[in-house]
C-alpha cells in the first residue's frame, strides 16, 4: 500500500479522535498487500480475520500470532471468522468437524486475544454475501452455525477466569516477519520464492517442534530470545542487522536464510560481498549463487537426500553437503559463533521434511521443553500469580500425545497428572447424552441398530445382551458396549430387571480412543472394589450434561478421565493378564474347596470378582 494511503489512514484516525473516544481500528488480513506495521501505528489496536479450513489450521495460528506481536502492549481481536465454513465471493468449501471453531477460539484467546466474532450474523437478503456462513438466515431461521457458537460461548465461559489471571508469555523462539520483504518476494524474478507460502512454511516447521512461538516483525525488540528465525528477508536494514548480531552476542541462535540479506534497499545485488554487511555474521564467504533447477542436485542431512529446486546461496565450508549437479561437495549451511551464540547461515529453500528437522536441530539445541506434544497440538504458555501455565489445544480431529518431564496439576479438573505421555481433547468426539433407568420387567430395545456408541453400567439387577448372534446374562458390575455397527437387542430379566446407566456419545477419534483404552470388545466386568469408582464416573458426566454452565465441555472431559482410568486400571494387555490370574486364583480355590459345599457366590466373594465374571 502507498506511503499516500498509510498517510490518509492516520489522518482519518485523527479526525476520528476529535469526535469519539472508542477506539479505533482496521480489520487487516496477512494476504493483504500492505504495511502492517504502518497501518496499526496511529490505531488503538488489532483486529483482523482468518477464513482458514480445518485442515489449514496453521494459516489461523499465524494469523493470530502474528497480530499478537503486531502492536506491542495493544490487544487484538479475531474480528471475523467463519462460524461453520470458510468462502469468499468465489465459492466456499467444505464444512468445519463439530468443534474445530472452538478448537480456533480457544487458540486464539491462548494466544492472548480478547475477542472472537463471526461472519456474518444474518445472511444478507441482496445475496452480496450469500457464500458466506451465517448464524441467522435472511428469513430469520438459526442456521447449522448456531452449535458451533454455542460451543465457542461455553468454552469462554469455562476460560475466562483464567484468562482474566494470566497473560501470554514472552516465547522462547521467534519468526521475523516482514511486509517489506514480502513486496520485495513480489516483485522478485524467481518464481520458486513466494513470500506468504514460504513464511507460512517455516512457521510449520517450528509448530512440528513442540515449541511456543512468537511472530516478531522487524521493528519489534529480539532481546531474550533463545532462537530467531530469519526467512526471506530479503534486505537486511543496518538496524535490524545490529539487533541481529546483539542477539547472537548475548545467547541466541540466529537462524538467518534462505534468501535473506542478498538485496541492497534497492532491490539490487552488492558488489562487495554476496550478501554485503550481512556476510560478516555468517564467518564463512559465500562463493556463488547457484541455480539448481534441472541440475538433479540434492542436499544431504542426516543421510537423508532431498531434491533441490531453487537457487541457493553456496559456500565452501559448513554442515549441509551438496550431492550431484554443477555444485557438488559444496555446502549450503555455515554456522559462526558469535559472542555467547551463534550465527547459522542457510543458502537456499529445503525440501519441507529436511526443513523440519533442520528447525528442530536448532530449537532442540537452545531450548528446553518440558512439554512436548505431537503434531498437531498448539502449544501456548501463559503465566500469572509466579507461575507458568502449559496451554495445549488439538487442532485435529485425531486424538494426540503429549508428554511432560515432570507431574503437573490440570487447571480444568484440579488433578495431579503424572509425567510421561497424556491424551488430550480431541474435537470430534461427543458425548451425546447420559442417563440412568431403572427397567420395568422384561422392559427391551431392539433388535436394531443403533446411530451412535452408548455404553451401559449394570448397577443391580438382571438382564441379558444380545449382539451380532451372541447372548450374554449380565449384573451387577458387569458393562456393555453398543456400536453403530452392532445388531443388538437387550432386555431387563422379568423377575429381577436390571438398572443401570448409559452415555451415548460419537466422533471420529472413537474407535481410536476406545481402543486405546481396551474397550474393542461389548460386554466386560469389574472388580467389586472398582465397581464403585465407575459408577461416580458415569454418575458425574450425568450431572455436568444436567449442569447450566459448559456442559459439553465438562462432561466430554469427565468422560476422557473415564476411559484414561479405564486404560490405565483395565487396558487391553492388563485385563488379558489380570483375566489368566484371576482364572489361576478361581481354580485353586475351586481346588482347596471342592469337597467343601461351595457354590458360584462363595467363589466370587473369595475370588474378590463379581458372580458373572466367575460364570
Same mark, same amino acid.
Given at each position: 500500500? +502507498?506511503?499516500?494511503?498509510?498517510?490518509?489512514?492516520?489522518?482519518?484516525?485523527?479526525?476520528?479522535?476529535?469526535?469519539?473516544?472508542?477506539?479505533?481500528?482496521?480489520?487487516?488480513?496477512?494476504?493483504?498487500?500492505?504495511?502492517?506495521?504502518?497501518?496499526?501505528?496511529?490505531?488503538?489496536?488489532?483486529?483482523?480475520?482468518?477464513?482458514?479450513?480445518? !485442515? $489449514?489450521?496453521?494459516?489461523?495460528?499465524?494469523?493470530?500470532?502474528?497480530?499478537?506481536?503486531?502492536?506491542?502492549? %495493544?490487544?487484538?481481536?479475531?474480528?471475523?471468522?467463519?462460524?461453520?465454513?470458510?468462502?469468499?465471493?468465489?465459492?466456499?468449501?467444505?464444512?468445519?468437524?463439530?468443534?474445530?471453531?472452538?478448537?480456533?477460539?480457544?487458540?486464539?484467546?491462548?494466544?492472548?486475544?480478547?475477542?472472537?466474532?463471526?461472519?456474518?450474523?444474518?445472511?444478507?437478503?441482496?445475496?452480496?454475501?450469500?457464500?458466506?456462513?451465517?448464524?441467522?438466515?435472511?428469513?430469520?431461521?438459526?442456521?447449522?452455525?448456531?452449535?458451533?457458537?454455542?460451543?465457542?460461548? $461455553?468454552?469462554?465461559?469455562?476460560?475466562?477466569?483464567?484468562?482474566?489471571?494470566?497473560?501470554?508469555?514472552?516465547?522462547?523462539?521467534?519468526?521475523?516477519?516482514?511486509?517489506?520483504?514480502?513486496?520485495?518476494?513480489?516483485?522478485?524474478?524467481?518464481?520458486?520464492?513466494?513470500?506468504?507460502?514460504?513464511?507460512?512454511?517455516?512457521?510449520?516447521?517450528?509448530?512440528?517442534?513442540?515449541?511456543?512461538?512468537?511472530?516478531?516483525?522487524?521493528?519489534?525488540?529480539?532481546?531474550?530470545?533463545?532462537?530467531?528465525?530469519?526467512?526471506?528477508?530479503?534486505?537486511?536494514?543496518?538496524?535490524?542487522?545490529?539487533?541481529?548480531?546483539?542477539?547472537?552476542?548475548?545467547?541466541?541462535?540466529?537462524?538467518?536464510?534462505?534468501?535473506?540479506?542478498?538485496?541492497?534497499?534497492?532491490?539490487?545485488?552488492?558488489?562487495?560481498? %554476496?550478501?554485503?554487511?550481512?556476510?560478516?555474521?555468517?564467518?564463512?564467504?559465500?562463493?556463488?549463487?547457484?541455480?539448481?533447477?534441472?541440475?538433479?542436485?540434492?542436499?544431504?542431512?542426516?543421510?537423508? @537426500?532431498?531434491?533441490?529446486?531453487?537457487?541457493?546461496?553456496?559456500?565452501?565450508?559448513?554442515?549441509?553437503?551438496?550431492?550431484?549437479?554443477?555444485?557438488?561437495?559444496?555446502?549450503?549451511?555455515?554456522?559462526?559463533?558469535?559472542?555467547?551464540?551463534?550465527?547459522?547461515?542457510?543458502?537456499?529453500?529445503?525440501?519441507?521434511?529436511?526443513?523440519?528437522?533442520?528447525?528442530?536441530?536448532?530449537?532442540? #539445541?537452545?531450548?528446553?521443553?518440558?512439554?512436548?506434544?505431537?503434531?498437531?497440538?498448539? @502449544?501456548?504458555?501463559?503465566?500469572?500469580?509466579?507461575?507458568?501455565?502449559?496451554?495445549?489445544?488439538?487442532?485435529?480431529? #485425531?486424538?494426540?500425545?503429549?508428554?511432560?518431564?515432570? #507431574?503437573?496439576?490440570?487447571?480444568?479438573?484440579?488433578?495431579?497428572?503424572?509425567?510421561?505421555?497424556?491424551?488430550?481433547?480431541? !474435537?470430534?468426539?461427543?458425548?451425546?447424552?447420559?442417563?440412568?433407568?431403572?427397567?420395568?420387567?422384561?422392559?427391551?430395545?431392539?433388535?436394531?441398530?443403533?446411530? %451412535?456408541?452408548?455404553?451401559?453400567?449394570?448397577?443391580?439387577?438382571?438382564?441379558?445382551?444380545?449382539?451380532?448372534?451372541?447372548?450374554?446374562? @449380565?449384573?451387577?458390575?458387569?458393562?456393555?458396549?453398543?456400536?453403530?455397527?452392532?445388531?443388538?437387542?437387550?432386555?431387563?430379566?422379568?423377575?429381577?430387571?436390571?438398572?443401570?446407566?448409559?452415555?451415548?456419545?460419537?466422533?471420529?477419534?472413537?474407535?481410536?480412543?476406545?481402543?486405546?483404552?481396551?474397550?474393542?470388545?461389548?460386554?466386560?466386568?469389574?472388580?467389586?472394589?472398582?465397581? %464403585?469408582?465407575?459408577?461416580?464416573?458415569?454418575?458425574?458426566?450425568?450431572?455436568?450434561?444436567?449442569?447450566?454452565?459448559?456442559?459439553?465441555?465438562?462432561?466430554?472431559?469427565?468422560?476422557?478421565?473415564?476411559?484414561?482410568?479405564?486404560?490405565?486400571?483395565?487396558?487391553?494387555?492388563?485385563?488379558?493378564?489380570?483375566?489368566?490370574?484371576?482364572?489361576?486364583?478361581?481354580?485353586?480355590?475351586?481346588?482347596?474347596?471342592?469337597?467343601?459345599?461351595?457354590?458360584?457366590?462363595?467363589?466370587?466373594?473369595?475370588?474378590?470378582?463379581?458372580? +458373572?465374571?466367575?460364570?
Amino acid at each position: 500500500i +502507498s506511503a499516500a494511503a498509510i498517510r490518509y489512514i492516520g489522518l482519518q484516525a485523527e479526525i476520528l479522535k476529535k469526535y469519539v473516544s472508542a477506539p479505533l481500528t482496521h480489520n487487516t488480513n496477512r494476504t493483504f498487500h500492505i504495511d502492517q506495521e504502518s497501518i496499526f501505528r496511529p490505531l488503538d489496536f488489532v483486529s483482523f480475520d482468518d477464513y482458514s479450513e480445518q !485442515f $489449514e489450521y496453521e494459516e489461523a495460528l499465524f494469523a493470530a500470532e502474528m497480530c499478537r506481536c503486531l502492536k506491542a502492549g %495493544a490487544p487484538f481481536w479475531e474480528m471475523e471468522t467463519a462460524s461453520s465454513y470458510s468462502a469468499n465471493l468465489h465459492g466456499r468449501k467444505g464444512y468445519h468437524a463439530r468443534g474445530y471453531v472452538r478448537a480456533q477460539a480457544v487458540a486464539g484467546f491462548f494466544a492472548g486475544s480478547v475477542g472472537f466474532s463471526y461472519w456474518l450474523f444474518r445472511q444478507h437478503r441482496g445475496g452480496t454475501e450469500m457464500p458466506h456462513a451465517h448464524l441467522v438466515t435472511s428469513w430469520g431461521a438459526y442456521s447449522a452455525s448456531c452449535a458451533n457458537v454455542r460451543d465457542v460461548s $461455553e468454552a469462554i465461559g469455562v476460560l475466562e477466569p483464567f484468562l482474566h489471571a494470566t497473560r501470554p508469555a514472552r516465547a522462547p523462539v521467534a519468526l521475523l516477519y516482514s511486509d517489506k520483504s514480502r513486496a520485495f518476494c513480489m516483485s522478485e524474478t524467481l518464481s520458486s520464492i513466494q513470500y506468504t507460502a514460504d513464511i507460512l512454511a517455516c512457521y510449520k516447521s517450528i509448530l512440528k517442534s513442540s515449541v511456543y512461538r512468537d511472530i516478531v516483525y522487524e521493528s519489534g525488540d529480539l532481546t531474550g530470545y533463545k532462537v530467531i528465525f530469519v526467512p526471506y528477508v530479503m534486505h537486511i536494514s543496518p538496524a535490524l542487522l545490529e539487533k541481529l548480531a546483539s542477539a547472537a552476542k548475548e545467547g541466541a541462535t540466529v537462524v538467518i536464510g534462505p534468501y535473506s540479506g542478498w538485496r541492497t534497499d534497492d532491490h539490487t545485488y552488492f558488489t562487495d560481498h %554476496a550478501f554485503g554487511e550481512t556476510e560478516a555474521l555468517f564467518g564463512t564467504e559465500v562463493k556463488d549463487v547457484a541455480h539448481f533447477f534441472g541440475q538433479h542436485a540434492a542436499y544431504e542431512a542426516s543421510g537423508q @537426500l532431498g531434491e533441490l529446486e531453487t537457487i541457493g546461496a553456496v559456500v565452501e565450508k559448513g554442515v549441509g553437503v551438496i550431492r550431484g549437479g554443477y555444485y557438488d561437495g559444496m555446502r549450503l549451511i555455515a554456522e559462526n559463533c558469535v559472542g555467547k551464540g551463534k550465527v547459522v547461515f542457510l543458502g537456499a529453500k529445503l525440501p519441507s521434511g529436511q526443513m523440519d528437522a533442520f528447525a528442530e536441530k536448532y530449537i532442540a #539445541e537452545s531450548v528446553r521443553r518440558p512439554v512436548v506434544c505431537e503434531e498437531g497440538i498448539a @502449544l501456548y504458555v501463559r503465566e500469572g500469580d509466579g507461575k507458568q501455565y502449559y496451554c495445549m489445544v488439538n487442532m485435529t480431529a #485425531e486424538p494426540k500425545k503429549v508428554r511432560a518431564d515432570a #507431574e503437573y496439576t490440570d487447571i480444568l479438573t484440579g488433578e495431579l497428572v503424572q509425567r510421561g505421555p497424556v491424551l488430550p481433547f480431541s !474435537f470430534s468426539i461427543n458425548v451425546l447424552y447420559a442417563g440412568y433407568e431403572q427397567c420395568d420387567p422384561l422392559h427391551y430395545a431392539g433388535p436394531c441398530y443403533k446411530k %451412535a456408541y452408548l455404553w451401559h453400567i449394570v448397577l443391580g439387577g438382571k438382564g441379558i445382551f444380545r449382539c451380532n448372534g451372541k447372548e450374554y446374562r @449380565l449384573g451387577k458390575g458387569d458393562m456393555f458396549l453398543i456400536t453403530p455397527t452392532d445388531y443388538i437387542f437387550y432386555q431387563a430379566d422379568e423377575r429381577d430387571p436390571w438398572e443401570y446407566r448409559w452415555i451415548k456419545f460419537d466422533g471420529s477419534s472413537v474407535q481410536y480412543l476406545l481402543g486405546n483404552a481396551g474397550l474393542s470388545n461389548q460386554v466386560f466386568s469389574l472388580k467389586e472394589d472398582q465397581f %464403585a469408582e465407575a459408577v461416580n464416573g458415569f454418575t458425574e458426566v450425568l450431572d455436568f450434561m444436567r449442569d447450566e454452565t459448559a456442559p459439553y465441555l465438562r462432561a466430554t472431559g469427565r468422560f476422557y478421565m473415564l476411559l484414561g482410568w479405564y486404560l490405565q486400571n483395565f487396558g487391553e494387555a492388563r485385563q488379558q493378564t489380570e483375566d489368566k490370574l484371576s482364572f489361576v486364583k478361581i481354580l485353586d480355590y475351586i481346588n482347596r474347596h471342592f469337597t467343601e459345599d461351595i457354590n458360584m457366590d462363595e467363589i466370587a466373594r473369595k475370588s474378590n470378582y463379581n458372580r +458373572s465374571h466367575v460364570y
